[in-house]
């Protein structure tokens, strides 16, 4: 069987080969729904980490950042707890990482990355990403064509 990353070289090739502004639609789409669902199996399983390093914290009342510095230096032993929590820590770092190349942001503020010089939010230093204002989300809006084409009297 062919490997997945043999698979997108692949499409990488023949995409370079053709004239990129004449893809067909569906092949866009469909890119994007992977990247989407790869997003969602990601930020699940980071999640589900996320709680993992809470019940630490909670443990050891000790934000994990500052644990694992502490852990790296060599100031906390190798309690298995310890080993666990550096590990789970490192798994949400490599999971952020992951995110981020795929377009990601971990800044919990929706991102519309087809609309790059569309500015949706700011970053500031003194407070979180601020809205400048509402995208509509594309589905939600075909989602209400649809309904307008099933009822076009609008009751």
Same mark, same amino acid.
Not at 9 to 21: C, G, H, M, V, W
Not at 103 to 116: A, I, Q, R
Not at 126 to 135: C, S
């Given at each position: 069987?062919?490997?997945?990353?043999?698979?997108?070289?692949?499409?990488?090739?023949?995409?370079?080969?053709?004239?990129?502004?004449?893809?067909?639609?569906?092949?866009?789409?469909?890119? %994007?729904?992977?990247?989407?669902? !790869?997003? +969602?199996?990601?930020?699940?399983?980071?999640?589900? @980490? #996320?709680? =993992? /390093?809470?019940?630490?914290?909670?443990?050891?009342?000790?934000?994990?950042?500052?644990?694992?510095?502490?852990?790296?230096?060599?100031?906390?032993? %190798?309690?298995?707890?310890?080993? !666990?929590? +550096?590990?789970?820590?490192?798994?949400?770092?490599? @999971? #952020?990482? =992951? /995110?981020?190349?795929?377009?990601?942001?971990?800044?919990?503020?929706?991102?519309?990355?087809?609309?790059?010089?569309?500015?949706?939010?700011?970053?500031?230093?003194?407070?979180?990403?601020?809205?400048?204002?509402?995208?509509?989300?594309?589905?939600?809006?075909?989602?209400?064509?649809?309904?307008?084409?099933?009822?076009?009297?609008?009751?």
């Amino acid at each position: 069987m062919t490997s997945v990353l043999s698979k997108v070289r692949k499409l990488e090739e023949y995409i370079s080969l053709t004239n990129a502004s004449s893809l067909d639609r569906v092949l866009g789409l469909t890119i %994007d729904k992977l990247i989407a669902r !790869e997003i +969602s199996r990601l930020t699940s399983q980071k999640a589900k @980490l #996320e709680g =993992q /390093l809470v019940d630490f914290e909670r443990k050891y009342s000790l934000n994990s950042k500052e644990f694992y510095e502490k852990f790296e230096r060599g100031e906390l032993g %190798d309690a298995m707890d310890f080993v !666990e929590w +550096s590990a789970t820590y490192e798994m949400v770092k490599n @999971l #952020e990482r =992951q /995110l981020a190349t795929l377009g990601e942001k971990g800044d919990n503020v929706k991102h519309y990355m087809d609309l790059p010089n569309a500015p949706h939010h700011l970053h500031t230093v003194e407070a979180p990403p601020q809205p400048v204002f509402d995208v509509p989300n594309a589905l939600t809006v075909l989602g209400r064509i649809e309904e307008e084409k099933g009822n076009p009297s609008g009751n």
